[in-house]
């Protein structure tokens, strides 16, 4: 029997296996570019995933929701990933080396300190799905604001999108309680034990 092989219109970088990465040097010659508010980048930018390294500290207070799943793997440091689940906001901890899925439709907001860092795998969004970047209050947890958008470059827009609800006090203004969400500032430090506290600088 005689083998075939199988063409392919993929631009030639596309069909060519990149060299192996090693994260914690990548990340000591790219950590000017972790910055707050998300602190992420490009890993790897594929057809049908994409790989972030995140860098901490960030400095957001939105949760992330997608259609498709979502794959967390924390390299150094342990995190908090805040999830919206049966109507409360949970803090999971997410320590050095452990990995975590989080299932599409599930509103997630991944709270980094500093000198941490984490590789996140997302699934290419078809063309047309939309995505949602929601904000719930810091006093009541109520649904302040809800933007569906068509993310195309994760990296630019997300940190776009929170500049903008942050500058628009008809947006981050609850109508629950009245708390204004403004802009948050850098996650200081994370108590895990007796029970999660969140510290963020001028706290």
């Given at each position: 029997?005689?083998?075939?092989?199988?063409?392919?219109?993929?631009?030639?970088?596309?069909?060519?296996?990149?060299?192996?990465?090693?994260?914690?040097?990548?990340?000591?010659?790219?950590?000017?570019q972790l910055k707050p508010p998300v602190g992420n980048k490009y890993l790897y930018d594929g057809d049908g995933f994409f790989v972030m390294v995140i860098g901490?500290?960030?400095?957001?207070?939105?949760?992330?929701?997608?259609?498709?799943?979502?794959?967390?793997?924390?390299?150094?440091?342990?995190?908090?990933?805040?999830?919206?689940?049966?109507?409360?906001?949970?803090?999971?901890?997410?320590?050095?080396?452990?990995?975590?899925?989080?299932?599409?439709?599930?509103?997630?907001?991944?709270?980094?300190?500093?000198?941490?860092?984490?590789?996140?795998?997302?699934?290419?969004?078809?063309?047309?799905?939309?995505?949602?970047?929601?904000?719930?209050?810091?006093?009541?947890?109520?649904?302040?604001?809800?933007?569906?958008?068509?993310?195309?470059?994760?990296?630019?827009?997300?940190?776009?999108?929170?500049?903008?609800?942050?500058?628009?006090?008809?947006?981050?203004?609850?109508?629950?309680?009245?708390?204004?969400?403004?802009?948050?500032?850098?996650?200081?430090?994370?108590?895990?034990?007796?029970?999660?506290?969140?510290?963020?600088?001028?706290?």
């Open positions: 029997m005689t083998a075939t092989t199988t063409s392919t219109t993929l631009p030639a970088e596309r069909t060519r296996v990149l060299p192996p990465i090693n994260i914690l040097k990548w990340v000591e010659e790219n950590k000017h901490g500290p960030n400095a957001r207070n939105d949760f992330h929701v997608t259609n498709s799943e979502e794959y967390f793997y924390q390299v150094q440091g342990d995190i908090i990933v805040r999830i919206q689940e049966d109507g409360i906001i949970k803090d999971v901890p997410l320590r050095e080396g452990e990995t975590m899925f989080i299932p599409g439709g599930v509103p997630h907001s991944p709270t980094r300190p500093p000198d941490t860092i984490g590789v996140v795998v997302e699934l290419r969004r078809p063309p047309g799905e939309k995505e949602h970047q929601q904000f719930y209050c810091a006093k009541c947890d109520q649904l302040v604001h809800d933007k569906e958008f068509d993310c195309a470059d994760i990296v630019k827009h997300f940190a776009q999108s929170m500049e903008d609800y942050w500058a628009d006090s008809a947006l981050n203004t609850c109508k629950n309680c009245g708390h204004q969400n403004g802009k948050p500032t850098p996650i200081k430090e994370i108590i895990f034990e007796p029970q999660v506290k969140i510290i963020r600088e001028g706290d």
